[in-house]
């Protein structure tokens, strides 16, 4: 298994004893109004640090000079944010951090930067989580994905009202179960699951439960764009549908395709879908490409699907209504549904899957 770093390569952050002259780490964080962050960097390309925040949102830069920098932000032990040294307006290397009111002093030596926290608090938290799960994925261990599942669910249950869960959450909801995603969010506070990150988690998780195989297929209605009015400047013509429209008619088994014009893996998997669909259309298949989050007007995701010899039935201008109902993390994103509206399949890709999928309802 992968584990998420950020957006580059960087080394895992460690969980250092402070410094100051004890040895033992304080058990409680001061009730101090900032958090303060100080850095020492060794790579002297780095010339500035760039510090954002999730809550209160924050967003700075701060330089680097002599190879170091401080700067204090508001205590916030619910946020999270990235710590990100910067050469040329480029990451170079980074860590996230939880502004809980601590002294943080970053490190970066060779590859390493370590953010080590002067508490026991969020920051401490979070750094020894994030050591466990570096030797968890430095191992190799057969039982890495067992582990990693164990250690999100011990975090978050740990941390049910700060940001080392977030962070956890964060990194687990690329791996884990819809329903695991329900069990370690359980038990966070009212507060941590009204974040924005932890609602869409657990809305995405409760999503795919309820549209998952077996599951009838969840209705729902947009604006379809069919045509223009070109008799002044070209406007849309629209028309309201529904996805019951062309989906659990009681006749056909429907191949349901949610792509993007600006998506290439989404145009790379059309011939997939069109071998498919030519093999199996006298049978009993028909195909319903759904264009969402599109990001040019609907007149080009006509001209592309007519490009691309998508001959069947379409629907555009669909947005994120389909995806939040579905779960849907990414696209190109296929499902099969059956003639009384049961989901059958969902999430195979390729030539061989559409095909291994379709196959076994359709003979």
Not at 67 to 72: D, T
Not at 238 to 252: A, H, I, L, N, Q
């Amino acid at each position: 298994m992968k584990v998420r770093t950020i957006l580059f390569a960087l080394a895992a952050t460690t969980f250092l004893a402070s410094c100051g002259g004890s040895e033992k780490k304080s058990t409680v964080i001061e009730k101090s109004a900032v958090t303060k962050i100080t850095g020492t960097v060794e790579d002297t390309t780095v010339t500035e640090v760039r510090i954002r925040v999730v809550e209160p949102e924050l967003d700075t830069t701060i330089t680097v000079k002599d190879g170091k920098f401080e700067i204090k932000l508001p205590k916030s032990e619910r946020s999270y944010g990235m710590i990100l040294l910067m050469e040329k307006n480029q990451g170079k290397y980074g860590t996230y951090f939880v502004p809980d009111g601590s002294a943080i002093a970053v490190t970066q030596k060779g590859d390493d930067m370590t953010a080590p926290s002067d508490a026991d608090g969020p920051q401490s938290a979070y750094n020894a989580y994030y050591e466990k799960v570096r030797k968890i994925y430095e191992s190799g261990s057969e039982d890495a994905d067992a582990e990693l599942e164990k250690l999100w669910l011990e975090t978050v249950k740990a941390n049910p009202d700060n940001g080392a869960a977030l962070l956890a959450i964060a990194d687990a909801t690329y791996y884990l179960s819809p329903d695991k995603i329900l069990e370690i969010t359980d038990g966070l506070s009212d507060a941590i699951k009204k974040d924005e990150l932890v609602a869409s988690v657990i809305a995405n998780a409760e999503a795919k439960m309820n549209t998952n195989e077996g599951k009838k297929f969840t209705d729902f209605t947009v604006e379809h764009v069919y045509g223009y009015d070109e008799s002044t400047d070209p406007q849309p013509l629209k028309e309201e549908v529904k996805f019951s429209d062309y989906v659990g008619k009681g006749t056909t088994y429907v191949l349901v395709d949610f792509w993007s014009p600006w998506c290439g893996p989404c145009k790379r998997e059309i011939p997939n879908i069109k071998q498919v669909y030519e093999q199996y259309k006298d049978k009993g298949l028909e195909v319903l490409s759904i264009a969402v989050w599109e990001r040019e007007p609907q007149s080009h995701t006509i001209e592309t699907a007519e490009k691309l010899g998508m001959d069947w039935h379409h629907i555009n201008n669909a947005g994120s209504v389909p995806t939040d109902i579905y779960g849907i993390d990414g696209i190109p994103h296929l499902m099969l549904i059956g003639p009384d509206g049961t989901i059958l399949k969902r999430g195979f890709h390729g030539l061989e899957g559409i095909q291994a999928a379709v196959a076994e309802y359709i003979k």
